[in-house]
């Protein structure tokens, strides 16, 4: 069965304060990983797919990375702004449907 | 707006009660979600449809049925509320992926906050 799962839980950084989130994750066949971020009352934005070991791709001050076995997430320079939850998803496609296997998000919190 | 959205945002109820959710895409996708977060925030795949077709259906009591009238819309019907039915439950919307194409991601509403009382 496939499995995701998110460390740190909860992270407290300063603004300007670097550091990574981590993704491991158990798969039969990796299709994709994703990233979303979630705000409070929303629904998990996108914010990228990797798709094989050694991928990177970045926006802003975000940067995710994949191995065979685990993604990070990096926040370079963070702002208060990037406060939210982080969920990492990997995914099966069942007859074209995206089954997402979601972790339990880290809960990122920017303090000014 | 291009969005996909549900209603309502807010949803209290008592046990017992039989209620639905609505979701709407105009984003042109052909594949809609179901999804429940519960409240340790683990967001779990319940429904699937493309064009009308049911896809994925994972375990999910029977009082749960979902139905597409048509490929921009996706409700949820509830029977005979429970208190561990309490939970934020999101609709989601994608292009159906497969082949060696990149798959487009899933796209989600805002959710519904389903309190059972």
């Known amino acids: 069965e496939d499995q995701v799962t998110q460390s740190p839980e909860a992270l407290r950084l300063q603004e300007g304060e670097s550091s990574s989130l981590n993704c491991s994750y158990t798969v039969s066949g990796l299709r994709g990983l994703f990233w979303y971020r979630q705000d409070p009352g929303k629904g998990p934005e996108f914010l990228f797919t990797?798709?094989?070991a050694g991928e990177e791709k970045e926006k802003e001050r975000l940067k995710a990375t994949l191995t065979k076995k685990e993604s990070f997430l990096h926040i370079t320079a963070p702002k208060p702004e990037d406060s939210a939850t982080y969920l990492c998803a990997v995914q099966a496609l069942i007859q074209g449907a995206q089954k997402l296997v979601f972790g339990q998000g880290t809960r990122l919190t920017i303090n000014p | 707006d291009t969005a996909v959205s549900q209603t309502p945002k807010y949803l209290v109820t008592q046990m017992g009660n039989d209620k639905s959710i609505k979701c709407e895409q105009n984003l042109g996708h052909d594949t809609m979600y179901w999804y429940k977060q519960d409240s340790k925030k683990f967001l779990k795949i319940m429904f699937s449809y493309n064009n009308k077709e049911l896809i994925i259906n994972e375990t999910v009591p029977n009082r749960f049925s979902p139905k597409s009238p048509d490929k921009a819309h996706l409700n949820l019907h509830i029977n005979s509320l429970e208190l561990g039915d309490s939970a934020v439950y999101f609709c989601a919307s994608s292009l159906r992926g497969g082949g060696s194409s990149y798959n487009s991601p899933l796209h989600f509403g805002n959710g519904t906050r389903l309190t059972v009382t």
């Open positions: 990797l798709y094989s």
